[in-house]
């Protein structure tokens, strides 16, 4: 099946976008495509003002003080006026009087602070210093000279001291405290707010949309709006969300759509799961397509057995695979498909017991083997339609059918469910005379329906299959030119799907070429034993080796290269599958 995902818009700074998408990275689950847009002055100021609202919804939503400017700016002004009482009070208040009278008899008065370690009592009898005050770390205290000797040449750093008196510095910190509260209490407030706040930023966001999409923009400075599409699992949408919030990233989301062309994650069981890299070899469903994969795996893994064809060599693909899971080699980078190996070998062995053959051995001629396994074994010949076949070729015929059979309801279930039932008729109608037809013809043989119900059953598929082919095949037009259509149709249906029948004869083929091939390298080694084999034995082993092991490898190529035609041209072809998707590659470290 294929995941449903979830479409991602995000509009970024240039600057931002790096940075964005290294985050990102960490997560592994968005598939990210990008545009830059140019900024200009309309553009700039929509960018601005939804980011805004957004971080205002954001700050107002969570009560996140730090984020608000004002906040933010009454804080640093209580820091600033607490760092100064607290420096204040170690040098208590200074009587203004004295300080203007110093100051008209053209003294100076400067403050520093120093480390106890770095105090030099020598100073006090160099300068005109007074110690203030004195603790464990620091001393502090004043320096006076006079304006008429120029710049002091104390070299140490002065100490800023507040103009303000304590009291007034304590009142100043205590209406800032006051003011900081009354902040709090209006962002709390203002959380009835939010709503409205929201649908002012959609409508900002939706309009910056339009503009970006639809209005040419002239460059007005070195800076550009990346424009980020992302898809990511529908599932996954917790776990992105709460992440891009995190990051205050400017974002908006919805249910992915078939024209917004999402990639496609395929979601299967465990056997059908280690099929899905055949479905991409082809091409990758579309969005409202269905995925071809539970289908494609038994069919698969049907044909590779049948031509295949023996059951010693599904020993050799399972012996394979547990090699690959184990990690001690591995073959043209099968590691990571040692789960479809080591499938393909069960159904090999499966398939070639029921065909017959070990190693090139005809198992039916095997006396030790039970009576019972040696009678489901598909050998001999079987009497159709007046004609004596081999059942295995038979059996090969019978499975073309009904894979075929299935692509036909498929394609019809398909049309159905994209176009409606209108655009499906002529489909159904040849769903109805084929498989129906089928059907009914098997009853009939089985006598499951007798000569009365099968007449029936007849006339009904025919009318029915005639009315859908030739009649209504495009309802609304001109049922001459209907009958016209379905002529046509009916040409191509009937060579085509006879040509596509008689394809699947390839599964008996192959498969008996191997056996065969398999069974000559057996006799060609037996003649070198002649009647008392001694060193003889060496010459037996060489070509029994040699020769299973080239009919390995042609086998495999041939059982690789046919299914996978049989799938991609007269699967596909009939059940109307298309393969336009893209495959879900979404950003993350690797």
Known sequence: MITKMTKYTFLLMTS?????LQAIQDLGVLDITRSRKPVDAVSGRLYREAEDLRKEI????????????????????????????????HWGDLDPAKVKALREAGCQIHFYTVP???FNPAWMEQYAIEEIDRDEKYVRFVLLDRASEGSNNFQVPETPVAVESIGELTKLAASLQ????????????????????ERAHAEKAQELQRYLAHKGSELAADDYITVLTGFAPTEEDARLQSELDRQAIYYFSEPATKEDNPPIRLKNNWFARNFETLTGMYGMPVYDEFDPTPILAPFFLLFWSFCMGDAGYGLILIALGLLLRNGSFDILGLKKHWRLVTSLGVGTFVIGIFLGTFFGVNLKEVSWLPEGLRNLMLVGKVEVAGGSYDIAMVAAVAIGILHICLALIIKAISI???????????????????????IVTGLALTNVLDEVATRIAVIAVGVLSVLGIFIFNKPGRNPLVNVGAGLWDSYQMVTGILGDTLSYIRLYALGLAGSMLGSAFNDLASMTLGENPTWQWIFFALIVLIGHALNFAM???????????????EYFKNSGYEGKGMEYRPLKNE
């Not at 939503?61 to 420096?87: P, T």
């Open 178 to 197: 006051e003011s900081i509260l009354d902040r709090e209490r209006q962002m709390e407030a203002r959380k009835e707010e939010i709503p409205a706040l």
């Open 555 to 569: 086998s495999c190529l041939g059982a690789f290269v046919h299914p996978l035609r049989l799938t991609f041209v």
């Open 58 to 89: 954001e700050i107002i939503a969570k009560c996140d003080y730090s984020r608000d400017e004002q906040h933010h700016a009454l804080c640093a002004k209580l820091e600033a006026a607490q760092s100064a009482l607290a420096e204040k009070e």
């Open 116 to 118: 106890v370690k770095k």
């Open 416 to 438: 159905t469910k994209r176009a409606g039932f209108k655009e499906a008729i002529s489909t159904w109608g040849w769903v109805i005379l084929i498989v129906g037809g089928l």
């Open 16 to 20: 931002d976008t790096e940075a964005f």
